[in-house]
């Protein structure tokens, strides 16, 4: 845990007020059993951004992954909502061969490593951890490396500090699309 999180901690327990932007109150759950508490009672804690529309201010850069509007997506979805969401990728995920899934995760850490390993230092979260879990995913979903890495590039834009949420998104969102309608136009190779 870093120096910062440790100083939250000691001084609000296992739950801290945030500021998410200057003027947007949020919290930020730093307790295992209160994160665990938080994915599972979705009937108190609720995922679809549209709970957020009357209190991000007009300008604020949150827009883009708390959007009044919604994004229905199965992430965002509450409910019934996100139990019909999740049926396909729940029978999608039955059907993953482990072992397949293993070599291809061991083969994405084995390149990462490999990218930082001359430099003799690498940023361990940032550069490693969540790059092998991002690139795992999304080549469990058909994408390519290249259009992992886009991915992972557009979620550092959308996730990060002080990039352009919103383009970030939108080329988020057109990688995504691209997929699909290249993988229904030719599912074999996709």
């Known amino acids: 845990m870093t120096a910062?999180?440790?100083?939250l901690q000691d001084r609000w327990g296992p739950v801290a007020p945030v500021d998410l932007e200057p003027g947007v109150p949020g919290w930020l759950v730093l307790g295992h059993a209160e994160?665990?508490?938080v994915m599972?009672?979705?009937s108190v804690f609720a995922?679809?951004?549209r709970h957020w529309n009357e209190r991000l201010p007009l300008d604020s850069t949150l827009h883009a992954i708390l959007s009044p509007a919604g994004r229905r997506a199965l992430y965002y979805a509450d409910g019934a909502d996100h139990r019909r969401l999740r049926l396909p990728v729940d029978e999608a995920f039955a059907g993953i061969d482990e072992a397949q899934t293993?070599?291809?995760v061991r083969g994405v850490c084995s390149r990462l490593i490999d990218s930082f390993a001359a430099q003799g230092h690498a940023d361990l979260i940032g550069g490693y951890a969540a790059a092998v879990s991002f690139l795992s995913v999304s080549g469990m979903?058909?994408?390519d490396e290249r259009q992992g890495i886009a991915l992972?590039?557009?979620a550092h834009g959308i996730f990060g500090h002080g990039g352009d949420s919103v383009t970030a998104l939108a080329t988020m969102d057109q990688i995504v699309l691209d997929h699909v309608l290249a993988t229904r136009e030719d599912p074999?190779?996709?």
């Open 4 to 7: 910062e999180l440790r100083k």
């Open 102 to 104: 293993a070599a291809m």
């Open 40 to 42: 599972r009672t979705e």
């Open 188 to 190: 074999g190779t996709t």
């Open 47 to 49: 995922r679809d951004p």
């Open 141 to 143: 979903f058909g994408f």
């Open 35 to 37: 994160v665990m508490e």
């Open 152 to 154: 992972l590039r557009c």
